[in-house]
């Protein structure tokens, strides 16, 4: 009969660790699910707010250029136009290589999410 209560009670701690570490392994789970939505949320708002007032300087920074190109060529319409080109120009540039931004961006958020 000691075989069979052996096998019992082995049996008995197995379960009572695998209650515990499914147990633990769901608290880690909802840890970890915390810090990514934390982290993606302040993520979110630094990226509004830094990227709000670089938006603004950059607006103000543009219409200062095509000013000063304005005067320099004589020709406001020229300034506003060559500004504009360039915009456009730096537009395109960021549309071709998007995908290495991509690329970029998900191995940045890889490092966070599998750390």
Do not use: P, W
């Amino acid at each position: 009969m000691s075989i069979i209560d052996n096998i019992s009670e082995a049996a008995d701690k197995g379960t009572e660790t695998s209650k515990e570490f499914v147990s633990k392994s769901y608290e880690y789970s909802r840890l970890k699910v915390f810090q990514l939505a934390t982290l993606s949320m302040s993520m979110v708002v630094k990226l509004f707010v830094i990227g709000s007032l670089v938006s603004l300087g950059f607006v103000f920074l543009l219409f200062s250029a095509a000013i000063a190109l304005g005067s320099y060529f004589k020709n406001i319409a020229l300034g506003y136009l060559t500004v504009g080109l360039f915009m456009l120009l730096l537009s395109l540039l960021i549309y071709l290589f998007r995908k290495s931004i991509d690329k970029k961006v998900i191995i940045k958020m890889s490092k966070i999410f599998f750390d």
